[in-house]
């Protein structure tokens, strides 16, 4: 209740409620977390993420419906704008896989680090 309640207190005063729901999750963390028995935690765990988990389910089914529903103008776009697309998810995969792994590399143990080339 007390997201839902600060996202009304920061919608009534016409202040951001996204900023007001993050804020009250850090304070809740800090402050609930110690109060809360192991068990409780388990179970809310288990709770949130089957929650993230349908939730993403979700915006996947919208995305996809959205897809199919709309009007795309695949014959203005060409075979030009699939391999532009194919080659630039291919630099996002390098840079996501070898340049991140090689700056957390940077700050672990020596029989911590990950090696993308196995």
Known sequence: MCPWICYLI??????????AIMTNGIFLSYYGTPNISRAS???IKIAVDTLAHLTETTVFLFLGIGFF???HPYKEMGIGTVLVTLFNLNIARFLNIFVVSKIVNNYRSKENKFNPKQ
Not at 11 to 18: A, F, K, R
């Open 10 to 19: 920061a919608d009534g005063l016409e202040l951001s409620g996204i900023v």
């Open 41 to 43: 935690r388990k179970v």
């Open 69 to 71: 529903t709309f009007n």
